[in-house]
C-alpha cells in the first residue's frame, strides 16, 4: 500500500498529519523530477564574468604579490637600517617580525570587516594599510615610528589574506575559481621572489631615496577602486 511504501522510504519520519493529505502532496508532485547537486547547480551557471568583476578578480590576485613583496623586502633592509638607526639585536629582529603581529590583527578582524563591510571594503582597508606603511616607513625618523608602519603592513596583508581568496572565490564562475585562488598564491611567491631580486641591487646608493620607498612602491596597483 502506498502508506507501507512511505514508511520505506522515510523510515525515520512519523506521519502527524492526515494520510490523504500527505499522499496528495506526493501524488502532484513529479515523480520524474531529481533535484540538481551542488556541483550540478554551480557547473551550470554561467561562466562569464561582467568586466567590472574581472577587473575586482585582477586586483585581488595582485594583492598576493604585494603581500609576498613585503613579506620578503626587509631581508636586504634590515642590515643597513641596523646601521641608520644604530638599532640593537633585539630591535632588528623586532623590526623584522612585527609585521607578524600585525597580519595576525589584520586576520581576526579581515573577516569582520568583511561580513560587515563586504570583500571590497576589506581589499581596499588592505591596500589603505600597505600605502600608509609604505609612507611611515619611508619617512620614519625614528626606530618607533619604523615599528608603527611596520605593524601598518602586516594589517594590510591580514587584510588581503583573507579578502582576497573570499573575493575571488565568490566573483569567480565555479569553472574558474580554483585557477584564480592558486594564481593568487602563485602571486604570492612571486612578490617574495621579486623582492629577493630587488634586494641585490644596491638600493642604498642614494641618500635621499630609503629602501622602504622603493620596496613598497608595488602596493600602488593595490590601491585601485575594486
Do not use: W
Not at 502532484?28 to 551542488?38: E, F, G, K, L, Y
Not at 568583476?53 to 585581488?60: E, L, P, T, W
Amino acid at each position: 500500500s502506498l502508506r507501507h511504501l512511505f514508511h520505506c522510504v522515510f523510515p525515520n519520519i512519523c506521519l502527524k498529519v492526515p494520510t490523504r493529505r500527505v499522499f496528495a502532496r506526493l501524488q502532484r508532485a513529479p515523480c520524474s523530477a531529481a533535484t540538481p547537486s551542488a556541483s550540478e547547480m554551480s557547473l551550470s551557471a554561467p561562466s562569464r564574468m561582467p568586466d567590472d568583476a574581472k577587473f575586482g578578480c585582477v586586483i585581488a590576485v595582485l594583492g598576493g604579490s604585494v603581500q609576498g613583496y613585503i613579506l620578503c623586502a626587509i631581508n636586504g633592509a634590515a642590515e643597513p637600517l641596523s646601521v641608520h638607526f644604530a638599532l640593537s639585536t633585539t630591535q632588528r629582529d623586532l623590526v623584522v617580525s612585527i609585521v607578524i603581529l600585525g597580519a595576525l590583527v589584520g586576520s581576526v578582524a579581515g573577516g569582520t570587516v568583511c561580513d560587515v563591510g563586504g570583500r571590497r571594503m576589506g581589499l581596499m582597508l588592505a591596500a589603505a594599510c600597505f600605502t600608509a606603511g609604505s609612507v611611515v616607513m619611508g619617512l620614519a625618523p625614528s626606530f618607533a615610528v619604523l615599528l608603527l608602519g611596520r605593524v601598518l603592513s602586516g594589517v594590510g596583508i591580514g587584510f588581503v589574506g583573507v579578502a582576497g581568496p573570499i573575493y575571488l572565490v565568490e566573483m569567480a564562475p565555479a569553472a574558474h575559481r580554483g585557477t584564480l585562488v592558486t594564481a593568487n598564491e602563485i602571486f604570492l611567491c612571486v612578490g617574495c621572489l621579486v623582492a629577493l631580486v630587488a634586494n641585490l641591487g644596491d638600493c642604498m646608493q642614494e641618500e635621499n631615496v630609503t629602501y622602504f620607498e622603493i620596496a613598497h612602491a608595488p602596493s600602488g596597483p593595490n590601491c585601485a577602486p575594486v
